[in-house]
T-cell receptor, first 116, second 114 residues
Framework: GAVVSQHPSWVICKSGTSVKIECRSL??????MFWYRQFPKQSLMLMAT?????????EQGVEKDKFLINHASLTLSTLTVTSAHPEDSSFYIC????????????FGPGTRLLVL | AQSVAQPEDQVNVAEGNPLTVKCTYS??????LFWYVQYPNRGLQFLLK??????LVKGSYGFEAEFNKSQTSFHLKKPSALVSDSALYFC????????????FGTGTRLQVTL
């Protein structure tokens, strides 16, 4: 089946630093990937749509200068949290649509970010 | 705008008993409806989807869901629960297709006990 990986799975950083999270489709090509954010005991909130070869589309209220998205290739999208602050601490999840074994979206395992 | 409601934060059921996890949706046009399950420290796993056709959709691990247009519901069901079904379940909707962005419900934690 379709596999999506994320790296790192865990990251702890100091306030003010930048953190890069990678999302890879391992066995398929993804022209589009989605980035979500999940707070404890809450739902997934879509942050942005990552498009290969073009700019990302951000949801209302998401700061595009803070959450930089780069879809460098058909198998890799990166989310960079710039000048991270404690309120950015969260669980970040990416997904990519594919058709095998089912036509649906496939999710990465998530990256937990803790900003001290 | 599209939205999903999962009215129950938690559902408790004994192993062997049937389970239902509720979901209602709001979307303009025809809905694309999904159920995903999230286990601790793991990504969301696809269970099943409704696009069109039969209102009763069968999915992975013995789960099924019934699409009810008049009630705008898409409840997840399983005839006989297992302890291993204990997890966080999310209902999601898209109004433009399976490759489009999803709007998720708040999730329902299913606890199956012996």
């Amino acid at each position: 089946g379709a596999v999506v990986s994320q790296h790192p799975s865990w990251v702890i950083c100091k306030s003010g630093t930048s953190v890069k999270i990678e999302c890879r489709s391992l066995d398929f090509q993804a022209t589009t990937m989605f980035w979500y954010r999940q707070f404890p005991k809450q739902s997934l909130m879509l942050m942005a749509t990552s498009n290969e070869g073009s700019k990302a589309t951000y949801e209302q209220g998401v700061e595009k200068d803070k959450f930089l998205i780069n879809h460098a290739s058909l198998t890799l999208s990166t989310l960079t949290v710039t000048s991270a602050h404690p309120e950015d601490s969260s669980f970040y999840i990416c997904s990519a649509p594919w058709t095998v074994p089912q036509e649906t979206q496939y999710f990465g395992p998530g990256t937990r970010l803790l900003v001290l | 705008a599209q939205s999903v409601a999962q009215p129950e934060d938690q559902v408790n059921v004994a192993e062997g008993n049937p389970l239902t996890v509720k979901c209602t949706y709001s979307v303009s046009g025809n809905p694309y409806l999904f159920w995903y399950v999230q286990y601790p420290n793991r990504g969301l796993q696809f269970l099943l989807k409704y696009i069109t056709g039969d209102n009763l959709v069968k999915g992975s691990y013995g789960f099924e869901a019934e699409f009810n247009k008049s009630q705008t519901s898409f409840h997840l069901k399983k005839p006989s629960a297992l302890v291993s079904d204990s997890a966080l379940y999310f209902c999601a909707v898209s109004h433009t297709g399976t490759a489009s962005k999803l709007t998720f419900g708040t999730g329902t934690r299913l606890q199956v006990t012996l």
